[in-house]
């Protein structure tokens, strides 16, 4: 009788601790559909903003949220990430030296106005 007892509450503990697991397991799951589609809706408001600038730029955002949404791979994901990063790198040089030129046509502009 005692021996059935002891198993008894270790049924109810290991139960206990199942239900626990349980329950974690999908308060993480929660969490992560929670972050998933906030990290889905900042990259389409990012697609929306970035779009026409480039068309190889809008091809690949357009890629990874078709990605995003359908849960691809993981490595799927992270392929097309390193791709839009290259792209936004090349974007950044050529805005700096955009910025960079127009600054110095108008400060060229400014002097010749002043002569």
Known sequence: MSTKTVADKQSQALQSKLNAAIASRASLEEDFKTQSSMLIEFINKLSQVSKGMDIKLDNRLAQLRG??????????????????????Q??????????????????????????
Not at 68 to 73: C, F, I, K, N, R
Request: net charge positive; hydrophobic share 40%; charged share 20%.
């Open 67 to 88: 990605l995003l949404t359908t849960s691809a791979p993981i490595a799927d994901i992270e392929c097309k990430i390193n791709e839009i990063s290259k792209l936004l």
């Open 90 to 115: 090349n974007h950044t040089v050529t805005n700096a030296q955009n910025i960079t030129q127009l600054h110095k046509q108008f400060n060229d502009l400014v002097l010749t106005y002043k002569k």
